[in-house]
């Protein structure tokens, strides 16, 4: 038995009223409209049944994590099983329409070493910092980059975790505070 399609993510697009699906197996990503049902378009690797409208040059495989950024860009992980070497990496992804034609760019990605990929699950998240948290599962290497990919915190594999999803948290007591008297 082989899951061919293995659909891992979906997103709903409350602006577009739309839902964005990650087909794992297929390395696509496909916009689906949600009051009709009807495919809107997808995006990623081509395949002979011609149904993939753009993307193509983006190059991810096997993505994980698809979400709708509040500037209408999209994240992701990708996994990126099909490259050779294998290369895992978070990724922003730019969608454009220009006469209603489709087409995508990579704006933003940071590429994991290649000892702390992941071929299985993961995921992306911009945090509220304009950081980006990346959860490689495989390798359990959670890490914290800036947008020019310098590293602000991680942690390191085998330290005894399994992490598909990570989140970060202003504090582990947000309700404890101090109160400091003058000295008068």
Request: charged share 20%; aromatic share 8%; net charge negative.
């Given at each position: 038995f082989y899951d061919w399609t293995h659909s891992n993510a979906i997103w709903f697009d409350l602006q577009e009223n739309s839902i964005y699906l990650s087909v794992r197996h297929l390395s696509r990503i496909t916009k689906i409209d949600y009051e009709s049902g009807g495919i809107v378009w997808n995006m990623g690797k081509d395949t002979p049944s011609g149904e993939v409208a753009f993307g193509h040059n983006l190059d991810f495989s096997w993505q994980h994590s698809i979400k709708m950024l509040e500037n209408q860009n999209l994240m992701l992980f990708d996994n990126g099983n099909e490259n050779d070497p294998p290369l895992s990496r978070g990724m922003e992804i730019l969608l454009m329409f220009n006469?209603?034609?489709?087409?995508?760019?990579?704006?933003?990605?940071?590429?994991?070493?290649?000892?702390?990929?992941?071929?299985?699950?993961?995921?992306?998240?911009?945090?509220?910092?304009?950081?980006?948290?990346?959860?490689a599962t495989d390798s359990d290497y959670l890490v914290e980059v800036t947008p020019e990919g310098e590293i602000v915190w991680e942690i390191q594999p085998w330290q005894g975790i399994s992490t598909y999803r990570a989140c970060r948290v202003p504090g582990l007591y947000p309700l404890v505070y101090s109160v400091t008297q003058p000295d008068f």
């Open positions: 006469d209603s034609i489709p087409s995508a760019e990579i704006i933003w990605e940071y590429v994991l070493p290649n000892d702390l990929g992941s071929s299985f699950q993961s995921d992306c998240d911009r945090l509220s910092n304009g950081n980006s948290l990346i959860t």
